[in-house]
Structure formats: structure tokens, C-alpha cells
Nanobody, 118 residues
Framework: QVQLVESGGGLVQPGGSLRLSCVASGRNFRINAMAWYRQAPGKQREFVAVTLSGGSTNYADSVKGRFTISRDNAKNTVYLQMNNLKPEDTAVYYC????????????WGQGTQVTVSS
């Protein structure tokens, strides 16, 4: 089982930036695909971005060109750099080990709240 701890959320104005971090423990981190997901109020949790063990990445259309996912295998950490934030990016953000179809494979952490508002 993997333990996941997300951090870095906060309140930011539209157009601002945030960098989220997720530390994973309990498994061989470097062999796993890791992904970020988010859940807005009243909506289902959705996929945001994924980084494969070899470093390739993929993004939801809604965040392409604004968000960047990266990983530091030495630190068992995955990051999400979020630029040009919009009010519709407001959500609780979670990371997880990702399966072939981007499905989450482990228990969820507590997530980190991102609020974009003026």
C-alpha cells in the first residue's frame, strides 16, 4: 500500500500560480506512473495529469499548456506546477499511483485545496 501526502495548495487570484507536491511512501516509487486528480465541489473526481516512470507526460485538455507535472524519483515526490490559474481550477487536488487507463490504484490521501478567486 502506498501512503500519499499532498501539499502546496492555497488561495490564489486568477492568472496566478501554485506548485503542488505529493510525497509517496511504501512502494518502489520510480517504477510507477503517478497522476494528479482533482475534485471540485459537487463534481466527480477527474484526471488532471500523469507522468510515467520513463518521464513522459499527459494532460487533461482543460489544463494543457498551463499545468506541468514532474517527478523527482530520489525524493519519491511528484509535482504539479499550475500557471495561469482560472476559477474553474478550484478543487481539492489529489495524487495517486496511476494504472494503464489512468485509474487510481491506491487509497487517497487527504488532498490539498486550491481556490482561485479574486
Amino acid at each position: 500500500q502506498v501512503q500519499l501526502v499532498e501539499s502546496g495548495g492555497g488561495l490564489v487570484q486568477p492568472g496566478g500560480s501554485l506548485r503542488l507536491s505529493c510525497v509517496a511512501s511504501g512502494r518502489n516509487f520510480r517504477i510507477n506512473a503517478m497522476a494528479w486528480y482533482r475534485q471540485a465541489p459537487g463534481k466527480q473526481r477527474e484526471f488532471v495529469a500523469v507522468t510515467l516512470s520513463g518521464g513522459s507526460t499527459n494532460y487533461a485538455d482543460s489544463v494543457k499548456g498551463r499545468f506541468t507535472i514532474s517527478r523527482d524519483n530520489a525524493k519519491n515526490t511528484v509535482y504539479l506546477q499550475m500557471n495561469n490559474l482560472k476559477p474553474e481550477d478550484t478543487a481539492v487536488y489529489y495524487c495517486n499511483v496511476a494504472g494503464f487507463a489512468r485509474e487510481p490504484l491506491s487509497s487517497w490521501g487527504q488532498g490539498t485545496q486550491v481556490t482561485v478567486s479574486s
